[in-house]
């Protein structure tokens, strides 16, 4: 079976996570083996549907496997980083606008690479262990895999303190920002998954759901609305300073461990998209890829990498100080469109 399991069964076609020791964290092959699967699966009749779903409670998947990134970045390689990214951005664009419905169960940790796969599902699973978040800007990356569209529609401003702080959402939050469509409790997930299995029919999933509670985002709404309408993370950083809020000294705190780079540029793609209500999923991808495609040369990812996941001191000595400023030219050098001298 190795890191993930694929077949039909019945109705469905079924793609299963299998490496819960690794949290599910998605590898290159991995990734490979579902886009062959969604494009075998888009003219087969006998599947009406695709169920997403992982072995495990921690984690539905953690992220993507960075260890290979991390080792071709250091040995100056970056094109191998670059033609990762390109690949998980095409498969993510695919699940966005695929023609049959597919459902992500996504128990425990759905982070990074987790959310590209099942953020852009049309039927979106939470249950009681569900913990989304994107905390790119801890690594020196941005929210990516298309999540900056989201990110940047998010009611209230919420978005940008998900983005800024690495927040995670339980199943509540996560519907209320729009990261997941319906709650089911995990016991009741086998029985529905058999059923989808045998009718191919996803209004099983709206049958099933019902109310989640324990929201925390709708009452922070207030204050990210209030704090958070800064068009640059200088703006933002000078409203949270000038404030004596609770909300603003733990943002800040939240924010002082990343990187500023990161940080500075993940506000100006959702400032973009803010202004773009036609935006699609492919022109999220086409700005996140702008930036992770330098993200070793330019960025803070290597640094972020070491001082996280290879060392794990938790000491990264990232580009720019914080507080301080990220010049206005080293966040334009990440967002150049590729290709420019």
């Known amino acids: 079976m190795g890191d993930i399991h694929i077949r039909k069964a019945g109705r469905a076609g079924r793609i299963t996570l299998t490496r819960p020791d690794a949290l599910n964290a998605l590898t290159y092959d991995m990734l490979r083996a579902i886009e062959r699967a969604v494009d075998a699966w888009a003219t087969d009749d006998d599947v009406a549907m695709i169920v997403i779903d992982a072995e495990g409670e921690r984690a539905f998947c953690s992220g993507g496997d960075i260890a290979k990134l991390y080792e071709t970045g250091l040995a100056g390689d970056f094109s191998w980083g670059q033609e990762f990214w390109r ?3 095409r498969l993510n664009d695919k699940l966005a606008t695929y023609a049959k419905p597919i459902a992500a169960f996504c128990q ?9 796969i099942s953020l ?5 699973v939470a249950g009681d262990t569900t ?7 801890g690594i020196g990356l941005v929210p990516d895999v298309g999540g900056s569209l989201m990110l940047a529609r998010t009611p209230q401003r919420a978005g940008f303190y998900l983005a800024l702080t690495g927040a995670r959402m339980g199943a509540a939050d996560a519907i209320w920002a729009g990261f997941a469509d319906h709650y089911v409790p995990e016991n009741n997930w086998p029985d529905l998954i058999a059923a989808l299995q045998r009718s191919g029919d996803p209004a099983l999933i709206d049958q099933a759901a019902t109310t989640p509670t324990g929201a925390v985002l709708p009452e922070l709404a207030v204050e990210t609305q209030r704090l958070l309408q800064g068009t640059t993370l200088a703006d933002v950083r000078a409203a949270l300073e000038e ?15 990343n990187a ?8 100006e793609i959702m400032q973009r998209l803010a202004k773009r209500p036609a935006a699609t999923v492919r022109d999220a991808l086409d700005l996140e890829y702008l930036f992770v495609a330098r993200s070793m040369q330019y960025g803070d990812f290597l640094e972020g990498i ?8 938790r000491n990264p000595n990232w580009r720019h100080t914080w507080p301080g400023d990220v010049p206005r030219t080293d966040i334009d050098r990440m967002l150049t469109p590729m290709g420019t001298p």
């Not at 913990?131 to 800007?137: F, G, K, R, T, W």
């Not at 500023?260 to 506000?267: D, F, W």
Request: net charge negative; charged share 25%; proline share 4%.
């Open 131 to 137: 913990q989304i978040a994107m905390p790119e800007c």
């Open 243 to 257: 404030d004596d809020s609770d909300f603003a000294a733990g943002t800040l705190k939240k924010m002082s461990r």
């Open 120 to 124: 852009h599902s049309s039927h979106r």
């Open 87 to 89: 690949d998980e951005y």
């Open 260 to 267: 500023p780079l990161s940080m500075a540029v993940i506000v």
């Open 108 to 116: 425990g940790f759905t982070m990074g690479g987790g959310v590209g």
């Open 306 to 313: 070491r001082a996280q996941i290879i060392d794990k001191d």
